[in-house]
């Protein structure tokens, strides 16, 4: 899993929780290892979408003080952790997107609107996805290719972006979320082909990330 600078004021452990408000909480050492391996990962997804490092480490938190309460029940649900993880992630995320006040230009405030995804997409995406880049040079501009994989459904989205906007390998990602490779290559592939008929361009042979 890669290392991450833009997670490093999460703790590298949860102990934290063993101090919970009034709970007397004892860490699980899978629940540990589970947090060690997936933390930075969810900490840059989030990121990526809420277009802020620090409401994402808030969004993780909470993801990991629920896994801390719930990890018995978690461990039997179906899929997994790592999927019943990603699940309440991606909760959490759009809750805060929700919620989230932003001032409009009269000084107004509101709550997070439906572009407010794509706001963040052009953001992760801009110079990114390398292994698109040859196909994608001759384009006026990027905007059409950012606006393609903000219109992704949800799974494929999530490819995109942890493969080729975060670069996590097919093996990676597969894990992150909690599915099959297979299930990561089906995604992956519809995307592409999704992005490739939008933009009006052959994105050629769909070669791993391994």
Known sequence: MS???????????FEELNALYGIHYEMPTSLDGFYRRYARAQVRYAATILGSKDAAKTVVRSLYTHLALNWSAILLQEGGPEAYAWRALKLRVETHARMTIAPTADGRSRTASTNDRTTAVYEAVRATLSD???????????????????ALPERQFDVI???????YTVKQVAEIMGIHEGTERTHRRVARQSIAAKLGIDLGDDEEKE
Do not use: N, V, W
């Open 161 to 167: 972006i942890l493969l080729f906007a975060l670069g």
């Open 132 to 150: 698109m880049r040859t196909q994608m040079a001759d384009l006026d501009s990027p905007i059409g290719l950012y606006t393609a994989i903000a």
């Open 3 to 13: 290392e991450d600078s833009d997670a490093h004021t999460l703790p590298t452990s």
